[in-house]
């Protein structure tokens, strides 16, 4: 206990000298800032130093000892282990994205935050001190032991380890395509690279510090990134609040502004200026939708209209411009009838988007009655999807191990959603505040006046604007209904958008990527330590060595890690899409087998085997079936849930099956029971 004690002190210690230096980097660089320093060179610092740092904590922490690289030593105190999960759990999605989904989503975006922050009390009360009690490496290993154990048929185990570790693959890899995106989306915003090597700049951070040193060197670079993650969200956020309410505290400050926001969002409802440039939206959508229904002959009419366009223009010397634009318009054209459906359907519903009246953001579930029934019922959906899909990750659930007791397991959870509930009760704040701010300074404002940020965040990707306006009905002024922004822009614009010294851009920009970077080094580490522990030592060879396994781990980490990029790469979704899928398939094949794993006793492995299985199949049937991005179709849903929430049709399925398949086999054999009984056992 008192080597414990020492041990807390001395990280304390360091990670105070950390936050003072840290300290200390910002206002050199603001100082450097205000002397002429380019912003390019703010934005290298930020990144070079960041970067930096966590290779340092890699190189400083790394091991070939099986406990330190699979679960840090089991000795991290519970407030760090708490602070290590919740840069785990404070993915990109979090601090990118959430404040965007709510920015554009309003009410309905707070599914969110609810759902994640009640998967963590599901966490502490199901599933966390169990497993620490359990005291292995792996996700797959509890259920392995649990379901299969000496007195059951070897088949048992092996086949439960086996379906858990390719839900650990598919959940993890899923989510680490997310990070890793906007790993490159931040890249190459603040460093002006390509996009995708912006990816592979940010994997090298990443795999410094998890190949070198896995769960020890996670863990303390994690502590750091989450240091790095609460300033950067909380600075932004407290000077916006103090500009519009002369209160520094956001989450008091939301009360006050969102009647000032509801009255704006009135005002801007009765503009005669808005309601003209929805109408030519509208107008754009029916002749959309009219070349669609005379597909192929709109498709071969237009080809031909813009070959005589571009001829027209030649024949009459127009100049030289003219004729780019004009050849631009031919190449850009669709090249066959079946392009011109896909890509013609996507800007219907693009314009459909824009010519909808404004949603007022306090507004849960607006719309007629049959509207509103069904948004709040996906609205509960992905809440339950969320809740139930957190307690099963299994990159968060390893963390479980860490910690020197059962006792401190459950302090630790205390402390990682009081670490998290300082992030998540600023979100909402946040996206009122930004919301605030461009309503009232940008919408209104002329053309040749626009502010300088708008140009910066147009030419980040254009090829898929993360930020747009254009003058649809020509009056020269920004109209609301004139502006596309991505969620996933929101936070990292938040600064230039409240007029903020770009060094605190950068910080943003350090923070996010540290929101990545935290969260990519975990799923990495749970899918290379499935594989090299779960796998090659648990089936294929019981007798390599302890230096033998952490190689392998760390030779498969590295490949996956590369897949993982190459993946990202592509852009395959927005970021929040791409990780609501995880936590259905997390939920739906994981979170009944854990559960009942704990709490019944006569759950056995033709129940698990069975209830994985199930649960697995009928989360990607619904998926496939129903996300357009996967080629399914939106009338397919089922009772108009979205494919996000494919959970609520898997988790039931799963956890039915696994208890109608234990009912009609026979019962587990005593050490299963008994291993029941020591886990919910009280800590001595």
């Not at 130093?49 to 340092?56: D, E, Q």
């Not at 750091?224 to 407290?238: K, N």
């Not at 254009?470 to 230039?496: K, M, R, Y």
């Not at 006793?601 to 129940?607: E, S, T, V």
């Amino acid at each position: 206990m008192k080597q414990q004690r020492t041990f807390f002190q001395r990280l304390r210690y360091y990670y105070s000298l950390f936050a003072a230096g840290f300290g200390c980097f910002l206002i050199a660089l603001a100082a450097l800032e205000q002397e002429g320093m380019p912003r390019v060179w703010i934005g290298y610092l930020f990144m070079f130093a960041t970067i930096v740092l966590y290779a340092l904590i890699g190189v400083i922490s790394r091991t070939s000892n099986v406990l330190e690289y699979y679960v840090a030593g089991r000795r991290v105190p519970a407030m760090f282990n708490g602070m290590a999960t919740a840069a785990d759990w404070i993915s990109a999605a979090s601090f990118i994205s959430l404040a965007g989904g709510l920015y554009l989503h309003g009410f309905d975006g707070l599914a969110y935050v609810m759902g994640w922050t009640g998967g963590y009390c599901l966490v502490q009360l199901l599933i966390a001190p169990y497993l620490r009690k359990f005291a292995q490496y792996t996700i797959p290993d509890f259920l392995a032991e649990r379901y299969g154990g000496a007195d059951q048929a070897e088949h048992g185990g092996r086949g439960v380890r086996i379906l858990a570790v390719i839900a650990t693959i598919i959940v993890s890899f899923t989510y680490v395509v997310a990070q890793i995106y906007a790993v490159g989306l931040i890249a190459s915003r603040f460093t002006g690279v390509d996009f995708s090597v912006g990816i592979f700049l940010g994997l090298a951070s990443i795999l410094v510090c998890s190949f070198l040193g896995g769960m020890r060197a996670i863990t303390w670079t994690q502590v750091a990134q989450y240091i790095i993650i609460l300033v950067a969200f909380l600075i932004p956020a407290i000077w916006l609040s103090a500009k519009h309410s002369d209160n520094p505290i956001p989450q008091v400050a939301y009360g006050k502004l969102l009647p000032k926001l509801s009255a704006r969002e009135h005002v801007l409802q009765q503009d005669p200026k808005e309601a003209e440039v929805r109408a030519i939206y509208r107008q754009r959508a029916a002749d959309y939708a009219a070349w669609l229904r005379s597909l192929p002959t709109s498709w071969e009419t237009g080809r031909i209209a813009a070959q005589r366009k571009l001829d027209q223009i030649k024949a009459r010397n127009a100049s030289l411009l003219e004729i780019r634009n004009a050849e631009r318009e031919l190449v850009a054209y669709p090249k066959n009838a079946d392009e011109a459906e896909r890509l013609w359907t996507e800007a219907r519903e693009q314009n459909l988007q824009h010519a909808e009246p404004i949603t007022p953001h306090a507004t849960p579930y607006p719309g007629d009655k049959e509207t509103s029934d069904i948004k709040r019922n996906n609205f509960l959906a992905l809440v339950f999807c969320l809740m139930l899909g957190t307690a099963a990750l299994p990159h968060i659930l390893m963390r479980s191990y860490t910690t020197p007791s059962v006792h401190e397991t459950r302090v630790s959870v205390f402390w990682t959603l009081f670490f998290i509930l300082l992030i998540y009760l600023t979100i909402p704040a946040l996206a009122v505040l930004v919301k605030y701010d461009i309503y009232s300074s940008l919408v209104g404002t002329d053309y040749a006046h626009l502010p300088n940020w708008v140009s910066y965040w147009a030419n980040v990707d254009k090829l898929n604007p993360l930020f747009s306006i254009s003058d649809v009905n020509h009056d020269g002024v920004v109209q609301l209904a004139e502006i596309t922004i991505d969620a996933d822009v929101l936070v990292l614009a938040t600064p230039e958008i409240a007029g903020l010294p770009y060094v605190i851009s950068g910080l943003v920009a350090a923070g996010g990527l540290a929101a990545a970077l935290s969260t990519a080094d975990g799923l990495l580490l749970a899918i290379s330590n499935a594989l090299s522990h779960d796998v090659y030592y648990k089936l294929v060879d019981r007798s390599a060595s302890t230096q033998k396994r952490v190689t392998i781990s760390k030779l498969l980490l590295l490949a996956v890690a590369f897949i993982a990029a190459y993946a990202a790469s592509t852009k395959p979704g927005d970021i929040l899409s791409l990780v609501g899928a995880a936590f259905s398939l997390a939920g739906s094949t994981l979170f009944p087998a854990l559960v009942l794993g704990v709490f019944w006793k006569r759950a056995n492995h033709q129940g698990a085997i069975a209830g994985m299985t199930v649960g697995f199949l009928v989360c990607i049937y619904y998926m496939l079936h129903t996300n357009p991005i996967l080629g399914g179709s939106m009338a397919s849903l089922w009772f108009h849930i979205a494919p996000i929430s494919a959970g609520i049709f898997g988790v039931p399925a799963g956890l039915l099956t696994i208890v109608a398949v234990s009912l009609l086999t026979p019962a587990p054999g005593r050490q299963s029971a008994a291993l029941v009984d020591y886990i919910r056992a009280p800590e001595q």
